[in-house]
């Protein structure tokens, strides 16, 4: 993957006009991009096909999707199944599928180790590399295989979620909002220490 380009996953709506804007294509390509990328969640600028061959074209050269599967899958005899994802700077980071009858959560991670240190968790005793990005939560979520079985999402993987909270509150923006995934946010829990 070309870490030079940007990533369209991660980006909120006012985010993606920015990006749009700013190569030179009408705004509203930024609702077909996230119609693309959060409902339909392809992988490709190249199967967004309601877009111009000329913009896609242009997009491609700033731009990535930027979703990748997890590097790594350990299932357990209850059917909870760990994944591990490579973010920046060669670092994984896991996320953990809950299946529990009709229910399916997801617990998700924030941050590459955390700052918090609390003595009952061994993500504080990696002490803390860095902040996950908006594209780097939002793919634990939408490059899930069992992404579809979703009922819940709980932000209380590694790291503390209020100390990267600019780029969880656009994660959590792209799930509840009309142009991502509208979910109820009755469907997500913020797990936190105490931060404000």
Same mark, same amino acid.
């Given at each position: 993957?070309?870490?030079?380009?940007?990533?369209?996953?991660? @980006?909120?709506?006012? /985010?993606?006009?920015?990006?749009?804007?700013?190569?030179? @294509?009408?705004?509203?390509?930024? /609702?077909?991009?996230?119609?693309?990328?959060?409902?339909?969640?392809?992988?490709?600028?190249?199967? @967004?096909?309601?877009?111009?061959?000329?913009?896609?074209?242009?997009?491609?050269?700033? %731009?990535?999707?930027? !979703?990748? *599967?997890?590097?790594?899958?350990?299932? *357990?005899?209850?059917?909870?199944?760990? #994944?591990? #994802?490579?973010?920046?700077?060669?670092? !994984?980071?896991?996320?953990?599928?809950?299946?529990?009858?009709?229910?399916?959560?997801?617990?998700?991670?924030?941050?590459?180790?955390?700052?918090?240190?609390?003595? %009952?968790?061994?993500?504080?005793?990696?002490? =803390?590399?860095?902040?996950?990005?908006?594209?780097?939560?939002?793919?634990?979520?939408?490059?899930?295989? $069992?992404?579809?079985?979703?009922?819940?999402?709980?932000?209380?993987?590694?790291? $503390?979620?209020?100390?990267?909270?600019?780029?969880?509150?656009?994660?959590?923006?792209?799930?509840?909002?009309? =142009?991502?995934?509208?979910?109820?946010?009755?469907?997500?829990?913020?797990?936190?220490?105490?931060?404000?």
């Amino acid at each position: 993957m070309n870490s030079e380009k940007e990533k369209l996953a991660g @980006m909120t709506l006012e /985010k993606l006009k920015a990006a749009v804007k700013a190569a030179g @294509m009408p705004a509203f390509t930024a /609702k077909q991009i996230a119609d693309w990328v959060y409902r339909k969640r392809v992988r490709s600028i190249d199967e @967004m096909t309601n877009i111009s061959l000329k913009n896609r074209e242009s997009l491609k050269q700033l %731009f990535e999707v930027g !979703y990748t *599967s997890p590097a790594e899958a350990v299932r *357990s005899v209850d059917g909870t199944i760990k #994944y591990l #994802y490579k973010v920046e700077n060669e670092h !994984y980071v896991e996320a953990v599928y809950i299946p529990d009858g009709e229910r399916a959560t997801l617990c998700v991670s924030s941050q590459v180790g955390c700052k918090m240190n609390c003595l %009952f968790c061994m993500t504080g005793k990696q002490k =803390y590399t860095a902040n996950l990005t908006a594209n780097e939560i939002i793919n634990q979520i939408f490059a899930l295989p $069992e992404f579809e079985k979703l009922t819940n999402i709980v932000f209380m993987g590694m790291g $503390e979620p209020c100390d990267n909270l600019d780029n969880l509150l656009d994660a959590i923006e792209i799930l509840t909002a009309d =142009y991502g995934t509208a979910w109820s946010p009755h469907r997500l829990t913020v797990s936190t220490v105490g931060i404000r």
